[in-house]
């Protein structure tokens, strides 16, 4: 069957469930306005991002509402469920669609950092300050890794999770750039100089019977044994263990401590930080979206919102020297 047919057999099973006629009718006009959207476009084969590129339009070219939005996702969402259950389909992205929120709200305060904050950060996690006697026999390898970590974080606004799935075949010191993402967040980041020869210096750190090697799947981020004070090694899957993702949020937590900045910074924080500067600095348009690995231009909005509630101390607090 077509997809028209698929969508009467779909209308009328709702009429059976006793749906009533106008409810039936806004399906029927959601559906076929859908349908006519997709044009030459197989159903089937839809990609994530052609499914958001609905939405976008449906957001910024029609200015639907936000509740709007929900409802035509839930219909979509309804009918792809009904296709998956008919056998018609094993999976669609519009299964997988997350509406906007319907009350947003902007960023408070506590939710992002400032420009001063993050250079404290960066200054502690590279020194001594603070440390134990033992911690200061094992930092001077844990330093750079740590220090690294938070340059990513920080200044390319990467999440924690892809600091931790980075690999060595995501990475190239020669042309100073990492991939980081998955499939419709993967993306390009192209390094500053420095921070490109500080991943360098990290890795050259690394004593070289553990080090990650070069152009694998290692991970290039690698957990620390801090009772034989060097990095692990994995001997089940020979290769360097991987730094998780629990050991790199309490690796910031410690950081931040040592900084004697508010408890409760996260990579979140940074990222949201990041968010909010990139907006500050070149607005809200395709290619920033991109660039932060979101999936979708709504994903943006609650930023955007944030950024036009800003108060001018605000603005300076999250723009470099202020």
């Known amino acids: 069957m077509d997809l028209l047919s698929w969508k009467n057999v779909f209308l009328d099973q709702l009429a059976l469930k006793g749906r009533k006629q106008a409810t ?141 799935a980075l690999t060595m075949k995501d990475t190239s010191f020669i042309q100073q750039t990492i991939i980081v993402g998955l499939d419709a967040s993967k993306r390009t980041l192209t390094l500053e100089d420095d921070h490109a020869k500080q991943l360098y210096v990290y890795w050259s750190s690394i004593p070289e019977p553990v080090r990650p090697r070069m152009h694998t799947d290692d991970s290039f981020f690698v957990a620390f044994d801090f009772t034989r004070r060097t990095y692990h090694w994995s001997y089940e899957n020979d290769r360097p263990k991987a730094l998780t993702a629990i050991a790199l949020q309490k690796m910031i937590r410690t950081e931040v401590a040592r900084a004697h900045l508010r408890k409760g910074i996260s990579a979140q924080h940074f990222r949201n930080s990041y ?44 723009l470099p020297n202020q």
């Open 24 to 164: 039936i009718r806004r399906y029927d006009y959601d559906l076929l306005d859908f349908f006519q959207w997709l044009e030459e476009k197989p159903f089937h084969t839809l990609t994530t991002e052609e499914v958001e590129a609905f939405y976008h339009h449906l957001l910024m070219s029609r200015q639907y509402k936000v509740r709007t939005i929900r409802r035509i996702s839930s219909v979509l969402r309804r009918f792809a469920l009904f296709l998956l259950e008919e056998g018609f389909l094993q999976d669609h992205p519009l299964l997988h669609h997350e509406p906007p929120l319907l009350n947003l709200e902007p960023l408070n305060r506590n939710e992002w950092i400032s420009q001063k904050e993050t250079s404290i950060l960066l200054k502690t996690s590279h020194s001594e300050r603070g440390l134990t006697e033992n911690q200061r026999i094992a930092r001077p390898q844990l330093t750079e890794r740590n220090y690294t970590i938070l340059l990513l974080l920080t200044n390319y606004g990467i999440t924690l999770s892809e600091a931790c």
């Open 275 to 318: 968010l909010l500067r990139s907006l500050l600095h070149s607005g809200h348009d395709h290619q920033l979206q991109r660039k932060l690995g979101l999936k979708s231009p709504l994903s943006l909005r609650r930023y955007v919102l944030t950024v036009s509630r800003l108060t001018t101390k605000e603005k300076a607090l999250l």
